[in-house]
């Protein structure tokens, strides 16, 4: 667990490719970039009773043990910190277990969640079949994209509010903002999953979240190339719970290598989200106007029905686009097998374009019948556009429609 520091009036930009990393920061022998610090355990000078381990302090080159604390992973905990402007940042060997970590530091047995009825399936299932099953956590899940269902939902035992926007895969979106109104009124965490935006588009510590969480596996790793997660918090208490899980609790902490890959990623990540945001409003917009496409979901279409609120509460629409073809299942089945650009892989967010199917894939953890509910047909696909020429990857979406007719 650690503090973000730098310059308060740096920008994102500058953040992203230089916070914590200044050759001056640590005793090293001026290198630019952050080396990988493989080491699991450190030597110390000498053996002192009164000094405790939450004494020690990693900003002062203070190590003992790599699952207590690393200099690469360190590194990033700050940047990661100062990007969605908060003050503490665990990071964690997958998102899931950021996720996990961050609900267990909220409830206890007994407690009540109010989540989004429209996350992504193994944030869905871990809510119904961990918390709610084992662990005597009640969950309600609602349709957030009225307040309202959310106002309805808390009670007197609610100690979480856990949202995602937008949504995986249907793209819808919460008032940030308004939930957190309605958390503070019965004195609950809000937690919002903000992998689908990166802090580049959407900054919901700013917006009155608690903890805002990361699969840093997506976007702010940007290449396909390592597993991890994050959570993010400017309250201490939160903090102090969530690091003694990732420390303590759960052992659960981000590998060096993957810090490093992430550190690295993090350069880029303005400059991706920008081809990112292109290439998915371009994508979406051709969609939009095709005959074999039924329905397009992008909050950077006008036609969104909650493109007012994402004019409001984001910087961009996000490189995540989702479509239903007008066909059935051997419709989508041929129309996937023609495409060359988009590769059929699950996860998102790299510089490659991939598709994916909610219903098989992501989502198959859910009943037909709670596909149905949500609005997951098997005609819905899911885009992740990549930072390839948008002209190429409209043109092989293009000829793999025409081939259907």
């Known amino acids: ?7 308060p009036d740096a920008r994102f930009e500058t953040l992203a490719v230089t916070h914590a990393e200044q050759p001056s920061h640590d005793q090293r022998a001026g290198d630019v970039t952050m080396p990988i610090h493989l080491a699991s355990t450190y030597a110390v000078d000498g053996i002192d009773p009164d000094t405790a381990l939450e004494d020690l302090d990693p900003d002062d080159n203070e190590y003992l043990y790599t699952r207590l604390a690393n200099p690469t992973r360190n590194a990033l ?28 530091a909220t409830v206890e047995p007994g407690d009540h969640v109010v989540a989004f009825d429209d996350l992504y399936g193994g944030t869905n299932t871990m809510l119904k079949e961990l918390f709610r099953d084992r662990l005597d956590v009640a969950v309600d899940f609602v349709d957030a994209r009225d307040p309202a269902n959310v106002s309805d939902a808390v009670r007197e035992e609610t100690e979480l509010v856990w949202m995602e926007t937008p949504t995986n895969p249907l793209l819808r979106l919460c008032d940030i903002e308004a939930i957190a109104s309605v958390a503070e009124s019965v004195d609950a965490t809000l937690g919002v999953d903000n992998t689908f935006l990166s802090p580049y588009f959407q900054r919901p510590l700013e917006l009155g979240a608690d903890v805002v969480v990361h699969s840093t596996t997506k976007y702010l790793n940007g290449h396909s190339d390592s597993l991890g997660g994050v959570a993010v918090t400017s309250d201490e208490d939160v903090a102090a719970e969530i690091g003694f899980l990732q420390q303590v609790g759960m052992g659960n902490v981000l590998a060096p290598f993957d810090a490093f890959l992430t550190l690295r990623g993090l350069k880029t990540l303005p400059l991706r989200m920008r081809q990112h945001e292109t290439n998915a409003a371009e994508i979406a917009a051709f969609l939009d106007e095709h005959e074999r496409v039924e329905a397009v979901h992008y909050p950077g279409l006008e036609s969104h029905p909650q493109y007012d609120l994402a004019e409001r509460q984001m910087d961009g629409g996000g490189g995540v686009v989702s479509f239903e073809l007008a066909g059935d299942l051997a419709a989508v089945e041929e129309f996937v097998a023609r495409l060359d650009e988009f590769e ?46 948008p002209r190429d990857l409209i043109a092989d979406l293009d000829s793999a429609l025409d081939a259907l007719e």
Do not use: Q
């Open 1 to 7: 667990m650690t503090d973000s520091s730098g310059d």
């Open 344 to 389: 059929l892989a699950v996860s998102l967010g790299g510089v490659e374009s991939l598709i994916e199917h909610p219903a098989s894939m992501t989502h198959s953890p859910l009943s037909p019948e709670e596909r149905a509910e949500l609005g997951i047909t098997d005609s819905l696909l899911r885009v992740s556009a990549g930072v390839e020429h």
């Open 77 to 104: 905990e700050k940047r990661l910190a100062a990007l969605e402007g908060g003050d503490h940042a665990m990071a964690f060997a997958s998102g899931t277990s950021a996720i996990v970590a961050t609900v267990m």
